[in-house]
């Protein structure tokens, strides 16, 4: 009868359901550990390595959690890995993607460590080698998403990308510099690729605690961004704020807004970051810097400058 049959199709998709939302978590997805490294070898030249394990799961949220990952180095530098971190998780919200949107509950990864290094020879180890094939088949796709209309492709939402216990190094061999920011922990949510984009968290760079939020807006007409930041050292010792407009997003960016800086003593700013450094008694006093801000990637402009040294006060421009 058309009843048994309507409950035989009920029937059949409801054990095809149940069946896509459990079966991924049955898979031991170690097994493709080779296949995703692979697929990575071919994008990028470079070995990933997956020490730990994979696990995948539908119910209740789609997610993703890999252990133990390593990205490898250039050759000629003196550390094996590029990256590397202890476990990555991504979750995303599985109602939403029914109506096709992507609701990123969560991005976390912990203990991720990064080297940025630049070799005596003008190699740069963040510069990948990138087969020709990869390169040429990326340039042939339709790129008509770049207007920056946001009605093309899917909606996008990050509730949370966080970072826990990170670690960023920089060195450049000619130069001999070498810099490390640790204990990076913050977290960055965007409520679409259109904004608006929010970050805060804290990190230690030469010793001193550091703490930051940034906020932009929006992106309008994919060429402006109202952007506001604000980082804060240890104890008061120094604030910094800046707002203002990103413009030219896509051609030639420039910042124009205005910076406040704010300090209890300029010494003990210069003492923190370089201890060794003997200075004069007149700059243990309270620092205040006010301006204007017009700036680009190759110059920057101070206009309507005020800067104030205990009693000492002086204007102008840079």
Do not use: C
């Not at 990123?104 to 990948?128: C, F, M, Q, T, Y």
Request: charged residues 20%.
């Amino acid at each position: 009868t058309v009843r048994k049959i309507l409950i035989g199709i009920v029937v059949f998709l409801a054990l095809g359901i149940i069946g896509i939302l459990v079966v991924p978590g049955l898979i031991d997805w170690n097994n493709y550990k080779s296949e995703i490294t692979a697929q990575v070898k071919e994008a990028t030249g470079r070995q990933l390595t997956i020490a730990g394990d994979i696990s995948l799961s539908v119910l209740p949220s789609p997610v993703v959690v890999i252990n133990d990952v390593a990205f490898a180095n250039i050759s000629g530098s003196k550390d094996r890995n590029m990256a590397k971190l202890d476990s990555l998780e991504v979750r995303i919200a599985l109602v939403p993607l029914l109506s096709g949107t992507i609701q990123v509950e969560k991005v976390k990864l912990v203990k991720p460590s990064i080297i940025l290094e630049a070799l005596s020879d003008g190699r740069k180890n963040w510069e990948l080698d990138i087969p020709a094939a990869a390169t040429s088949s990326s340039s042939g796709q339709n790129t008509s998403t770049s207007s920056g209309s946001s009605s093309e492709g899917p909606g996008i939402q990050l509730d949370n990308f966080e970072l826990i216990d990170a670690t960023v190094v920089y060195r450049d061999a000619s130069t001999g510099l070498s810099e490390t920011i640790s204990d990076i922990n913050g977290s960055f949510r965007m409520a679409s690729l259109q904004g608006p984009f929010v970050s805060d968290g804290a990190l230690v760079l030469r010793g001193i605690p550091i703490s930051y939020s940034a906020g932009v807006d929006g992106i309008y007409q994919g060429r402006t961004a109202p952007i506001k930041a604000e980082i804060k050292l240890k104890d008061g010792l120094l604030t910094a704020a800046m707002s203002g407009d990103l413009t030219n997003l896509t051609t030639d960016p420039k910042f124009n807004g205005k910076t406040l800086i704010k300090g209890a003593s300029l010494a003990a700013v210069i003492k923190a970051f370089s201890p060794k450094t003997v200075l004069p008694p007149v700059l243990n006093q309270n620092l205040e810097i006010q301006s204007d801000v017009i700036a680009s990637a190759t110059e920057a402009h101070l206009k309507d400058l005020v800067l104030t040294l205990g009693d000492i006060s002086a204007s102008g421009e840079i």
